[in-house]
């Protein structure tokens, strides 16, 4: 049974940062893609970023290229999430995700995701 579970959600002032993680458990962590999405209130579920098997590719919505950063620690079945410079509609319950096959790549859409965690909220004020 694949397991994920978020942390470091927060408030945080415009401008600030957060960092956060998500652990998985119940396979093989190194052998699979994560990924990061949002959603907002009244909003889809939309990709922030992910980062493949191997932590070799990366990719970023364009909302915040430039300002977040994916990373992996397969040693801690830890996948990261660090933010900088948080805007008010970065706001949103953060999720990781992981796909129900290993060695994907570029995986960008929901629907290539199979587990979920629970989620954590992001709320960035003004």
């Known amino acids: 049974q694949v397991q994920l579970v978020e942390s470091g959600g927060g408030l945080v002032q415009a401008g600030g940062s957060l960092r956060l993680s998500c652990t998985a458990s119940?396979?093989?962590?190194?052998?699979?893609?994560m990924g990061w999405f949002r959603q907002a209130p009244g909003k889809e579920r939309e990709f922030v970023s992910s980062?493949?098997?191997?932590?070799?590719?990366?990719d970023y919505a364009t909302s915040v290229k430039g300002r977040f950063t994916i990373s992996r620690e397969n040693a801690k079945n830890t996948v990261y999430l660090q933010m900088n410079g948080l805007k008010p509609e970065d706001t949103a319950v953060y999720y990781c995700?992981?796909?129900?096959?290993?060695?994907?790549?570029?995986?960008?859409?929901?629907?290539?995701?199979?587990?979920w965690g629970q989620g954590t909220q992001v709320t960035v004020s003004s």
């Open positions: 995700a992981t796909p129900r096959g290993p060695y994907g790549n570029r995986l960008v859409s929901a629907n290539e995701y199979h587990y």
């Open positions: 119940g396979r093989t962590f190194s052998l699979y893609t």
């Open positions: 980062i493949n098997w191997s932590g070799g590719n990366t």
